[in-house]
C-alpha cells in the first residue's frame, strides 16, 4: 500500500517474516541488486525522515533554514581548524568530500546538520531501530519500529532536485566503514524526506517504509549479534563496547522493570 506522500508502506507479523519476505516485497524478485536501495532504522513507526537540524530548530521558518545551517556548519569548520589544524590538513581529499568529512563529523559529535546517516545493510538499520527501542524503553507511541528503504536510482535525490546522496571515503572514518554508512543531504526548505518525495510526486515510490512490531525486539538483536552486528563492532572504541554491553542486558531489564507509561 502507499500513504498519502506517495511513500510504499510494507507490514510484517514478526521479525523473521521480514527477514524471509523484504527482499521480495522491495525488489520484486529474490535477489536485491547492489547499491540500489540504502536503509535507515527508527525506533518508532510514527517518527519522519527529519534530519536534526530541523527537528532541533523547527520554529525557525523553512525557508531560512537552509542558509542557517551553513551558517552553522562555517562555525563549526572554523573552530575545528583552530582546534586541530593538523586533522583538517590530513585529510584533505578533494572540496566535497572534504566538506561531507567535516559535516558527518559534526553530526556525530552532536552538531544539528542536514544530513540523515543510511547503511547499505538493511540489518544495521534495522539493528539501529530496535537498540534504540531497547535503550529507551518501549515507545507508547507506535507499535512497530520502522526500517526505510531508499530508491538510490529515483530521479528525486540529485542535487538539481536539492537532496541528494553523498558518501564520505570509508577509509577515513572506521565508523562509516563498519556501518556501510553513507547520507542524504537535503538544501532545500523542506523539513522532511517525506514532503520532498511528496511535493516531486516520482512516477514509482523513491522511499519504502517497513513495519515490524516493537515486541520483536529481543529476537531482533539476538538474531543480530549472531551476524556479528553490534556496537562494539560498529562503533570501535570504549563507547561502542559500554552500548553493547548495556543492550545485551536491555531483555533481562525489560522482564523486571515495570514498563512506563
Known amino acids: 500500500m502507499e500513504n498519502s506522500d506517495g511513500i510504499r508502506i510494507v507490514q510484517y507479523e514478526s521479525w523473521p517474516h521480514f527477514k524471509s519476505d523484504f527482499v521480495q516485497d522491495l525488489a520484486g524478485q529474490s535477489i536485491m541488486e547492489r547499491d540500489r536501495f540504502v536503509f535507515r532504522g527508527h525506533q518508532s513507526a510514527?517518527?519522519?525522515?527529519?534530519?536534526?537540524?530541523?527537528?532541533?530548530?523547527?520554529?525557525i521558518p523553512l525557508e531560512r533554514r537552509p542558509k542557517l545551517a551553513k551558517e552553522l556548519m562555517e562555525n563549526f569548520t572554523r573552530y575545528v581548524g583552530e582546534y586541530d589544524p593538523k586533522s583538517i590538513r590530513s585529510r584533505r581529499?578533494?572540496?566535497?568530500?572534504?566538506?561531507?568529512?567535516?559535516?558527518?563529523?559534526?553530526?556525530?559529535?552532536?552538531?544539528?546538520?542536514?544530513?540523515?546517516?543510511?547503511?547499505?545493510?538493511?540489518?544495521?538499520?534495522s539493528y539501529f531501530a530496535?537498540?534504540?527501542?531497547?535503550?529507551?524503553?518501549?515507545?507508547?507511541?507506535?507499535?512497530?519500529v520502522a526500517i526505510w528503504a531508499?530508491?538510490?536510482?529515483?530521479?528525486?535525490?540529485?542535487?538539481?532536485?536539492?537532496?541528494?546522496?553523498?558518501?564520505?571515503?570509508?577509509?577515513?572514518?572506521?565508523?562509516?566503514?563498519?556501518?556501510?554508512?553513507?547520507?542524504s543531504l537535503s538544501v532545500i526548505p523542506l523539513?522532511?524526506?517525506?514532503?520532498?518525495?511528496?511535493?516531486?510526486?516520482?512516477?514509482?515510490?523513491?522511499?519504502?517504509?517497513?513495519?515490524?512490531?516493537?515486541?520483536?525486539?529481543?529476537?531482533?538483536?539476538?538474531d543480530l549479534h549472531t551476524m556479528?552486528?553490534?556496537?562494539?563492532?560498529?562503533?570501535p572504541g570504549y563507547e561502542g563496547c559500554v552500548r553493547a554491553a548495556r543492550i545485551q542486558l536491555a531483555p533481562t531489564l525489560a522482564k523486571i522493570t515495570p514498563a512506563r507509561n
Not at 568530500?97 to 540523515?116: I, N, V
Not at 512490531?213 to 539476538?222: G, K, L, N, Y
Open 46 to 59: 510514527d517518527w519522519c525522515l527529519t534530519p536534526s537540524f530541523d527537528r532541533t530548530y523547527s520554529s
Open 191 to 222: 523539513a522532511s524526506l517525506e514532503d520532498h518525495h511528496r511535493s516531486m510526486d516520482p512516477a514509482s515510490p523513491a522511499l519504502t517504509k517497513f513495519l515490524v512490531p516493537q515486541e520483536e525486539a529481543a529476537v531482533a538483536i539476538e
Open 130 to 144: 530496535f537498540t534504540d527501542l531497547l535503550i529507551s524503553g518501549m515507545s507508547c507511541e507506535s507499535t512497530h
Open 93 to 125: 581529499i578533494g572540496p566535497d568530500e572534504d566538506e561531507m568529512w567535516l559535516m558527518a563529523l559534526a553530526q556525530h559529535h552532536g552538531l544539528p546538520t542536514r544530513l540523515l546517516d543510511w547503511s547499505r545493510s538493511p540489518y544495521i538499520a
Open 150 to 183: 531508499m530508491d538510490t536510482t529515483s530521479e528525486i535525490w540529485s542535487e538539481h532536485c536539492g537532496v541528494r546522496l553523498v558518501k564520505v571515503p570509508r577509509h577515513i572514518d572506521e565508523r562509516i566503514r563498519n556501518q556501510g554508512g553513507l547520507f
Open 228 to 235: 556479528d552486528i553490534h556496537h562494539a563492532q560498529l562503533f
